[in-house]
């Protein structure tokens, strides 16, 4: 984990700053301390029922997998079918500080962590961000990091990225009204969120 990504993170209680110690972060304002498991921060409380019933979803079937033999090229050609990947990857400066919310198991974060951005990739599910942060470490990818955190109090510094992207979780909040505020707070003015939302029939 780089002093860049704990810049970028924040305790879920207070929104103080963090430090890193030994194997936890702890906040420099309330003292809270957080686990940091397998290179994973863990900054969240306890969820409601239905959000629950989401990661629980997850940890047992985590989306997308990860075939046997993968490797970086092999991710870069499978994102770059997607015509919206291809979009976001040019449009999006090299240096930017870029968050995926609801990143599952972290493909289009590896995807966008190129040149010298700096990518965080959040999700409730602890199964899925460490299929994420293996895939990281299998691919020598460095500058994104995986976060356990809940959109409803993100551990996440409010106004600290360039770009904000989040495809398929409002649907599985409680108060969708709510989570996109949330998820406003952590753009920088002047900064870009990309909202993918499903529809009756597709996404």
Known sequence: ???LHIQLLACP??????????????CQACGNRHALIDGIPALRGPIDARSEAVRGFYTETPFPGYPPRDSYSWLRARAERSEL???LDRAIPGDAKVLELGCGTGQMS???????RI???ADLTRA??????????????TRTLFLETDLRAPGLRRGAFDVVYSSGVLHHTPNPRAAFAAMVKLVKPGGILVLGLYNAYAR
């Open 13 to 26: 209680s207070c929104l103080g700053p963090l430090r890193r110690d030994e194997l936890a972060l702890r």
């Open 85 to 87: 990947a291809r979009l």
């Open 1 to 3: 984990m780089h002093d």
């Open 110 to 116: 590896l995807f966008l962590a190129t040149a010298e």
């Open 128 to 141: 899925s961000l460490q299929l994420g942060a293996a895939a990281a470490r299998r691919f020598g990818i």
């Open 119 to 121: 990518v965080i990739g």
